[in-house]
């Protein structure tokens, strides 16, 4: 983004933005790009939407929240001249997606999201049409003033191996890729959350993370005398799983007719879903007096807040990405791996070869406006 007024470090100062936009115009020119991805903040975004549609090329918008917020938070503080080139490359967007319905107070993990899925709706495309990926960021090479910035957006893409191509804001010099040395220790992952924490984090943390939402809706037909037969069965084959597979979740909740597990990456919760569905068919198959089908369920992705609950006095996970797990795992079949598009884009990031998608069309809710659009995932 652009430098506001009165930065005590300058690192993108208002009197670069023509001799930067100048080496983003050139970059386009010798890549040819068929169609971008990207956000649309002050500053690098905006100059590259506008260069990228003055070239022809077919512009796709990312926003971490609604474009009203997206402007109060990102645009509007370089100036209000941003505001109206923000609207005018809006106008011109071929599609414009939204990742959440709210702001969150503390945004670090929400704008960490929607860098991880402007690269894994380009990957996706990119995949569709047999074309290669590249990359292209304003950054001073530095880290950022905090998560979520430039730096973690090309971290993302090094694990990811993107071809990785940086403009310096201030000296060309510096211009060029992402070096092999810096890309391992951009790309070196670290874990969301810590396994044991000893110590109450301050408010809430936030994180991207994957999940895994089961929703038993047998469970509310079982009679006194089956709830036993229950645990052993349907409890047992999970506790089974969690015993056994290489793919531990980092956390994990559960009560009645509803489990969730979460992951720090989408193999890691695919891969112990496929896991999880094979062990609970032959449970099941085992035990037909239960009466029970296989859950209903969906894998989803995106910022999940830790914090402690006190009527639990534990760590627990929260959020609206979880809400909206739950909502489709019970609007969705029994028995078939759903995802949202969420986390069958970050996975396409990850490049996972043990399960791959389908695409099953958009599901819609009675209760609330929102549609979401969903994968059928089938494992190899």
């Avoid at 991805?37 to 905006?46: E, T």
Wanted: aromatic share 10%; hydrophobic share 40%.
């Amino acid at each position: 983004m652009m430098d506001e007024p009165g930065r005590k470090s300058p690192r993108f100062p208002a009197s670069k933005k023509l001799e930067v936009a100048g080496r983003i115009a050139k970059w386009i020119a010798d890549n040819r790009p068929r169609l971008s991805f990207s956000s649309a903040a002050s500053g690098s975004d905006i100059l590259f939407l506008e260069a990228a549609q003055a070239a022809g090329v077919e512009t796709h918008l990312v926003l971490p929240f609604a474009a009203a917020d997206f402007i109060e938070s990102s645009v509007r503080p370089s100036g209000a001249d941003w505001v109206g080139r923000f609207e005018r490359v809006m106008s011109r967007a071929a599609s414009k997606t939204v990742l959440n319905d709210q702001v969150a107070d503390e945004k670090s993990s929400v704008y960490d999201f929607t860098n991880r899925m402007i690269a894994a709706k380009a990957a996706l495309r990119a995949t569709t049409l047999d074309c290669p990926r590249l990359a292209l960021a304003v950054w001073n090479r530095q880290p950022g003033d905090g998560t979520g910035g430039t730096a973690d957006a090309v971290a993302s893409w090094c694990r990811a191996k993107i071809a990785a191509h940086i403009i310096h804001p201030t000296d060309p010099s510096q211009d060029g890729s992402v070096s092999e040395q810096m890309s391992e220790e951009l790309g070196e992952r670290q874990r969301p959350f810590d396994r044991t924490l000893s110590a109450l984090p301050t408010g809430y943390r936030t994180e991207v993370c994957s999940l895994l939402h089961l929703f038993f809706a047998g469970y509310f037909g079982l009679r006194e005398n089956q709830h036993q037969l229950f645990q052993q069965t349907v409890l047992g084959a999970l506790a089974k799983v969690l015993a056994l597979t290489s793919y531990p979740p980092i956390s994990r909740y559960g009560l009645g007719a509803d489990y969730v597990f979460v992951f720090d990456t989408e193999r890691a919760a695919g891969v112990f879903c496929g896991e999880l569905m094979n062990e609970l068919a032959k449970a099941l198959e085992e035990t037909p007096e239960l009466g029970m089908q296989l859950p209903r369920l969906c894998l989803h992705a995106g910022p999940i807040q830790l914090m402690v609950n006190p009527v639990l006095n534990q760590y627990t996970h929260e959020g609206a990405t979880l809400t909206r797990a739950g909502r489709v795992a019970r609007y969705v079949g029994p028995g078939i791996v759903y995802c949202t598009e969420a986390f069958a884009s970050l996975a396409a990031l990850e490049s996972i070869s043990e399960f791959r998608f389908a695409y099953a069309g958009t599901i819609t809710y009675g209760d609330v406006p929102q549609q979401d659009l969903l994968f059928r995932i089938r494992f190899k």
